[in-house]
């Protein structure tokens, strides 16, 4: 049985007072929560404030991004060996880091053998963009995105990656991807994990879905036995983040 895992990403929201207050009205009804990995990305600036705020409890910490260099002189970069003293985990390759910073498989790469070697666990996130789906491209995308994000890694650490498939057309857009939808995208990278990986390294990945995540909708991904939860946005940021998470970890 795979764990599932509730993760909400704050983006460029909350800091440190906001973030140390809203990480602490979230403890107790989190940590009464049981059977999930919960963990919340708070941005860098306000990571020691929430990591005050939830001490103690199950509640997990991530970084939303890190830097491929180990340390340095790399201005305004957040090493992992910086982010380990606090999280536990890290995300990699947003879309938003992709999109908007031009980052590309080979950063990714790079990146998640960084934070394999510092012994973070990084939620590599792929997935396409609406005019991909539409030309009916979405398979090759994934499939380039996968193996050049995942390309190297060594087969006795590939077992901490987690992959998060984020449709880039549902991000943000209210308009979320259908469980069949995430069902396909992720049947694909299984089967690529396969291939480099072996099918028991396949078959023990966690994969999450993203992509404009609600209370709402949460339960149909939820429901599906290739799902393990979920990476979420906007919604991390409201008190529904909780009913979210309890609907996960009821599911799983």
Not at 42 to 66: D, E, K, M, T, W
Not at 92 to 105: F, K, M, N, P, V
Request: hydrophobic share 40%; glycine share 10%; charged share 20%.
């Amino acid at each position: 049985m795979r764990k599932s895992i509730v993760a909400g990403n704050w983006k460029m929201n909350y800091g440190p007072l906001q973030a140390e207050s809203f990480a602490g009205s979230l403890r107790d009804p989190l940590s009464a929560i049981t059977g999930t990995d919960i963990v919340l990305f708070p941005p860098f600036i306000s990571l020691y404030a929430a990591h005050r705020a939830v001490a103690g409890s199950s509640i997990q910490l991530g970084a939303q991004n890190l830097s491929d260099q180990t340390g340095g002189a790399f201005t305004g970069e957040v090493s992992a060996g910086m982010i380990t003293e606090l999280c536990s985990w890290v995300i990699i390759g947003h879309s938003e880091r992709r999109q908007y910073y031009q980052e590309t498989d080979q950063l990714v790469s790079r990146k998640t053998q960084v934070a394999l070697d510092a012994g973070l666990t990084p939620i590599v996130c792929v997935g396409e963009h609406l005019e991909d789906r539409e030309a009916n491209l979405t398979e090759r995308v994934i499939t380039t995105q996968i193996r050049g994000s995942l390309d190297g890694l060594p087969p006795d650490q590939f077992g901490r990656v987690v992959v998060a498939y984020e449709p880039v057309w549902a991000i943000g857009t209210g308009r979320a991807a259908s469980r069949q939808d995430a069902d396909d995208v992720i049947a694909i990278i299984r089967a690529l994990v396969g291939e480099m990986y072996g099918r028991p390294a396949a078959a023990d990945l966690r994969v999450l879905y993203g992509g404009s995540v609600t209370a709402a909708n949460i339960a149909e991904f939820a429901a599906s036995p290739e799902i393990d939860g979920a990476l979420i946005g906007g919604a991390s940021l409201k008190p529904e983040f909780v009913d979210i998470a309890r609907i996960i970890a009821e599911q799983g």
